[in-house]
């Protein structure tokens, strides 16, 4: 279910179809999970952004630096998008991380606890600090100075940066499929 029509290819005015090309065409057209259906209509979050390119192009262009750009390993990334979409119940965020992240070497334990928003048990210190450092921005929108000194002794604040970047566009992210009814896929 969707509260907003889907946007096939043909329909699309000029500033859409830019859009359109830009997430179809770029670094996520290698996306695992996808980004448009059998008819070609952008699926997930892409979908809605067609509704105002001039603020869906800049927002699509930041998640691909994210998923694209970032220093992040492809484990840290999609466990930290994971406990995003659990704590913002977003059916269909958990949906495809959760194939992402299978296909990147997050185990069913590992899935498990991120969807029950618990930190899974990892043997991986920098892993374990992302996890960590996510649960409590999740939790606080902040760090106390400890939690910060802790962060930035296992990550850097480059690193730091970067997670907290990610965790606001998915919080975003998550908070527009709810609001638009984007559901888990049957």
């Known amino acids: 279910m969707s509260r907003i029509p889907r946007h096939l290819p043909a329909e699309l005015d000029d500033d859409q179809r830019r859009l359109y090309e830009a ?3 770029g670094p996520r057209a290698k996306n695992p999970f996808g980004v448009a259906d059998a008819d070609g209509a952008l699926t997930g979050p892409f979908n809605a952004m067609l509704l105002h390119p001039p ?6 262009r930041l998640g691909a630096a994210i998923r694209h750009a970032g220093a992040l390993s492809d484990r840290e990334r999609e466990m930290a998008i994971l ?3 659990a704590s ?3 059916g269909f965020e958990q949906f495809a991380h959760e194939h992402v992240g299978r296909q990147l ?3 069913e334990a590992e899935v498990s606890a991120l969807r029950a928003q618990r930190e899974p048990e990892l043997t991986d210190a920098r892993e374990f600090a992302v996890v960590r450092t996510t649960r409590r921005l ?3 929108a902040t760090l106390t100075d400890e ?3 802790e962060a930035v002794g296992a990550l850097g604040a480059s690193l730091l940066f970067e997670l907290s970047t990610l965790v606001g566009y998915y919080r975003l992210i998550a908070l527009q499929l ?3 009814g984007v559901d888990r896929p049957q």
Do not use: C, K, M
């Open 83 to 85: 406990l995003v979409a």
């Open 55 to 60: 603020l869906g192009d800049p927002l699509q």
């Open 138 to 140: 999740l939790d606080h």
């Open 23 to 25: 997430i179809t065409r």
């Open 147 to 149: 939690e910060y000194a």
């Open 178 to 180: 709810n609001v638009f």
């Open 88 to 90: 913002l119940h977003s």
């Open 105 to 107: 070497g997050v185990t």
